[in-house]
């Protein structure tokens, strides 16, 4: 809902906060190794969360303890998301596998692996019926899961980040030759090119607006780059810091956004802009 936002890192926790008020919540403790990615559920009842102690956790955000534990992968948990239910947790991992986790279930073992990739899995997205892959082997992979078909698109350098078009017709794809990509969902078609931000080394997220006019991407020179959309002229420029920009997400309605580095979060947002509701 645009109220909370999940930060997680390199001391082995995730922290649920208020990002309007910059107050910090609540310390989530269970991880070995550095937490690499964070996911609420639909309803904020419950965090997911992948890492390099190659675990995937479902916990619970109230009393913040660890629900369930899933191991499985053979390496380090890129990525995770819930589907929208939040009944089934799906993970990428550098062992280049997606595995899907029943949340309701207490076996241990996926319910499903999906291994067509050809080296790690950098990032993951659902849709209502699809899940979305981008892996360090160049290409975009996109699980139907209604027909049983996967589509796949080679980009050729490895990829970084992928998303969904808010209107659900397109895919945007982030990487390491400092390009994002749109390309249609169903044909593969290239529709767009977006250069100007440097990714090289690092994984980078790219983003679409609320409302789809423009697209954003995460940059090691300390900067957030936007730009149009359609016409594919660069938009806006955001310094942010020195160091590498990491990771960014966007307000779910509302022209507001979360930028991630070393150790700190900073929101943007127009001067207009008001929080809706109060959570705390």
Do not use: M
Not at 65 to 75: L, N, T
Not at 106 to 119: C, G, N, S, T
Not at 254 to 268: D, N
């Amino acid at each position: 809902d645009g109220n909370y936002c999940l930060t997680c890192g390199s001391d082995k926790t995730l922290k649920l906060w208020n990002p309007h008020k910059g107050t910090a919540l609540r310390t989530y403790q269970g991880h070995g190794y550095e937490v690499l990615d964070a996911a609420g559920s639909f309803d904020n009842s419950q965090i997911c969360s992948g890492g390099a102690d190659k675990a995937v956790a479902l916990w619970d955000v109230t009393t913040g303890q660890v629900v369930r534990k899933y191991r499985g992968h053979a390496g380090k948990v890129n990525c995770v998301q819930f589907n929208g239910e939040a009944t089934v947790i799906v993970s990428g991992s550098i062992d280049s596998t997606v595995r899907c986790w029943d949340c309701r279930s207490r076996r241990p073992d996926p319910i499903q692996v999906l291994d067509e990739a050809k080296d790690g899995i950098s990032s993951v997205k659902l849709s209502a019926h699809e899940i979305l892959t981008g892996s360090v082997d160049g290409r975009v992979r996109r699980y139907d899961l209604r027909t049983g078909h996967l589509f796949s698109d080679y980009i050729g350098s490895p990829i970084t980040s992928v998303c969904f078009s808010k209107d659900g017709q397109c895919v945007l794809a982030a990487s390491l030759d400092s390009t994002l990509r749109l390309l249609d969902k169903d044909t593969g078609e290239l529709l767009g090119e977006y250069t100007g931000h440097r990714s090289t080394t690092y994984r980078l997220d790219c983003v679409l607006s609320e409302q789809d006019t423009h697209v954003g991407c995460a940059s090691e020179d300390g900067h957030v780059y936007f730009w149009d959309l359609v016409e594919g002229s660069l938009a806006l420029s955001l310094p942010v810091g020195q160091g590498v920009v990491q990771s960014l997400a966007f307000h779910p309605r509302l022209p507001c956004l979360l930028v991630a580095t070393q150790g700190e979060v900073t929101l943007w947002r127009e001067d207009t802009f008001q929080p809706e509701g109060d959570p705390d």
